[in-house]
């Protein structure tokens, strides 16, 4: 069925479309596959958080949610203002002939109404996944990033989404591996790892 293999090669392209948005914050580079996955993780903690979402559904809406690129390319918030990308009609090509047609388009279209919980959830993980990205840009020196998270942040609609962008916003984004441990750092090695310097 090279209909599969279509859909899937169309999807790669995904990893070599640029996000454009950083052109603006002229730091920082991503490509719209990255951010789908991280938007798909982000969601799963969002529906772990919320806890009566469907996780399947959830999932698919914030994998998906920006397919329609692979065709149109990302168009930045300046783009759309001067551009217009049929999305609707690029996701519908991309997965017409596919035996799980139905169930992405459905997809797409709670995706754009926003009315469910799990599209609601899926838009506010399309958005920490960018909350998450400024972060780092703005503890690493780049002070626009800080000014586009004032506005990122106003976007959240859900409180898991409101909640978890504070946590976000007050942890560092090296925390995670750097612990700050005299021994950890003066002597890296591991157990059974001869550390620094002559033998």
Request: charged fraction near 25%; aromatic fraction near 10%; hydrophobic fraction near 40%.
């Amino acid at each position: 069925m090279s209909r599969l293999s279509d859909f899937l090669f169309e999807t790669a392209t995904l990893k070599r479309t640029p996000r454009t948005g950083y052109q603006f914050l002229g730091r920082g580079r991503e490509n719209v596959a990255e951010h789908s996955f991280g938007a798909a993780a982000i969601a799963y903690v969002l529906g772990r958080m919320n806890g009566e979402a469907n996780m399947e559904r959830l999932l698919i809406l914030a994998l998906f949610h920006d397919l329609a690129e692979a065709r149109t390319g990302d168009l930045n918030y300046v783009n759309k203002r001067y551009v217009k990308a049929f999305e609707k009609e690029a996701f519908s090509d991309a997965i017409d002939g596919l035996p799980f047609a139905p169930e992405l388009s459905s997809a797409n279209d709670e995706w754009l109404s926003g009315r469910t919980i799990e599209a609601r959830l899926a838009a506010d993980a399309d958005q920490l996944d960018m909350i998450v990205e400024l972060r780092r840009l703005n503890d690493h020196g780049c002070d626009q990033a800080g000014e586009w998270l004032t506005y990122a942040t106003k976007r959240l609609k859900t409180p898991e989404g409101q909640r978890l962008c504070q946590e976000i916003l007050s942890s560092g984004p090296d925390d995670w591996w750097f612990e700050r441990r005299d021994a950890l750092w003066v002597n890296p090695a591991g157990p059974g790892q001869a550390g620094p310097g002559p033998k």
